[in-house]
Nanobody, 125 residues
């Protein structure tokens, strides 16, 4: 069982930056692929970014160049650095994990086994 706890959300102005963190329980974090997803009110959950257990990274097209995912296995933590934030980035951001998940399903939320509770990101004008 893996427990995930996100943090770092809050209110930010459009054009600003924010870094989200997700801390995982357990001693085998390095064997898990990690993903970030988000869900805005009234919308479906969407893929944001993923980093595989062997550190390959993947992004949704609309996030490329603005978001960066990274991991620190010594700290059992995955990060999502967000910059040039837009109003439409407002959403509840979730961290997800799955053991040795590989492409082409890293962007598929249904492929992940564990989810955090989410952290709210609100971008204001």
């Amino acid at each position: 069982q893996v427990q995930l706890v996100e943090s770092g959300g809050g209110l930010v102005q459009a054009g600003g930056s924010m870094t989200l963190s997700c801390v995982a329980s357990g001693r085998t974090f390095g064997s898990y692929s990690m993903g970030w997803f988000r869900q805005a009110p009234g919308k479906e959950r969407e893929f944001v970014a993923a980093i595989s257990w062997n550190r390959s990274t993947y992004y949704a097209d609309s996030m490329k160049g603005r978001f960066a995912i990274s991991r620190d296995n010594a700290k059992n933590t995955v990060y999502l650095q967000m910059s040039s934030l837009k109003l439409e980035d407002t959403a509840l951001y979730y961290c997800a994990a799955s053991y040795r998940l590989q492409q082409p399903v890293l962007s598929d939320g249904n492929a992940y086994d564990y989810w955090g509770q989410g952290t709210q990101v609100t971008v204001s004008s």
